[in-house]
């Protein structure tokens, strides 16, 4: 079965550069979220994309964008990177008929370090 | 505010032991809670949801997780505890609005002795 599919898998980048990251959802899911989860910690929601329109804003930095695109992948934007955002980055996608008992998928997510 | 707490960051067992990961819940309206497992530079893979079907829920591995609304607890158990299952284990809610995010407890890494 198809999987959701995150690219690249890992990233190294220097202070103050920026980094695109790329999801690309499971085939007729119309759901797309991004967590971050820092090292030792929980995932935090960032944000989240219906029928790509945004939906839902979690703890997203200002320095963060996020689209989602007609093909339903998503990329998320991250600017002037610092230290602490080095992170595992999920997305994960849900069916439609969106409702509180469905499941999301993960990705595996992308390994960000900044340098 | 939906929230979930997961009492004990670190739980060991023996091979073939009970496994019992807690996972209490707080929560405004009926929960929807799922248990999901992190293995080492892995995504998440959910092992069992609660969605008011059933109080008793099944999942994959040998897990399973009672729904008690009188204790607002999700427990995770599992009989005999195998070398494969030491991992990470994440207990979530669903804000009630929007995409429905989730909501993660702070997880339980499970360590199974031999």
């Known amino acids: 079965a198809a999987g959701v599919i995150q690219s690249p898998r890992h990233l190294i980048k220097e202070k103050r550069e920026t980094a695109t990251l790329k999801c690309y959802p499971i085939?007729?899911?119309?759901?797309v979220y991004w967590y971050q989860q820092g090292p030792g910690q929980d995932p935090q929601f960032l944000i989240s994309?219906?029928?790509?329109?945004?939906?839902d804003k979690g703890s997203i930095p200002d320095r963060f964008s996020a689209q989602q695109f007609s093909d339903y992948h998503s990329e998320l934007n991250m600017s002037s990177l610092e230290l602490g955002d080095s992170a595992l980055y999920f997305c994960?996608?849900?069916?439609?008929?969106?409702?509180?008992?469905?499941?999301?998928?993960f990705g595996p997510g992308t390994r960000l370090t900044v340098l | 505010a939906q929230s979930v707490t997961q009492l004990g960051s670190h739980v060991s067992v023996s091979e073939g032991a009970l496994v019992l990961l807690r996972c209490n819940y707080s929560s405004s309206v009926p929960p929807y809670l799922f248990w999901y497992v992190q293995y080492p530079n892995q995504g998440l893979q959910l092992l069992l949801k609660?969605?008011?079907?059933?109080?008793l829920v099944k999942g994959i591995n040998g897990f399973e997780a009672e729904f008690k609304k009188s204790e607002t607890s999700f427990h995770l158990t599992k009989p005999s505890a195998h070398m494969s299952d030491a991992a990470e284990y994440f207990c979530a809610v669903t804000v009630p609005s929007g995409t429905y995010k989730y909501i993660f407890g702070t997880g339980t890494r499970l360590k199974v002795l031999a």
């Open positions: 994960a996608s849900s069916p439609p008929g969106t409702s509180g008992h469905n499941e999301q998928f």
């Open positions: 609660y969605t008011s079907a059933a109080t």
């Open positions: 994309f219906y029928e790509k329109m945004q939906s």
């Open positions: 085939p007729r899911h119309d759901t």
